[in-house]
């Protein structure tokens, strides 16, 4: 969860789902209810990017590490949570243009698979890693 730069009450409620996911397994009614009440409708749907396991942790052998998230158009969205971006336009328009949310879905999808360990690994050299983030971080479907 470092480099994480979001609201403190955010931050927190991120940090208690992790501890809380280590000790049982499980995200309890409470945790799910404030991480609506915070993040608003993107929050249920960034869970049902969890349960369709659409988030994959790439990790290079420099250290660098990036998300892949496939959304609901089956586009690739590569998110980079140690600055909290997404490239896809629903996090341009409402989190910077209009500051209506604190983040996307699918950057909300990398964070809980971090908090709850359950995105999927891929090890990536580091050209791939170099050639991912010169995408500007959308592939087609």
Do not use: W
């Amino acid at each position: 969860m470092d480099g994480v730069v979001l609201p403190a009450a955010a931050e927190q409620l991120l940090k208690e789902i992790h501890k809380t996911h280590q000790e049982t397994s499980q995200i309890p009614d409470n945790l799910l209810i404030a991480l609506s009440f915070v993040f608003g409708s993107c929050a249920m749907q960034a869970l049902d990017l969890l349960d369709q396991h659409a988030v994959t942790c790439l990790s290079s052998p420099s250290g660098r590490q990036a998300f892949q998230v496939i959304g609901g158009s089956g586009r690739s969205y590569t998110c980079f949570t140690s600055c909290h971006y997404c490239p896809c336009p629903s996090f341009a328009h409402s989190v910077l243009c209009k500051n209506e949310d604190l983040l996307c879905k699918h950057i909300l999808a990398a964070y809980l698979c971090q908090a709850a360990g359950r995105s999927q690994q891929e090890s990536v050299s580091d050209q791939t890693m170099s050639q991912i983030l010169a995408s500007g971080g959308t592939t087609a479907p």
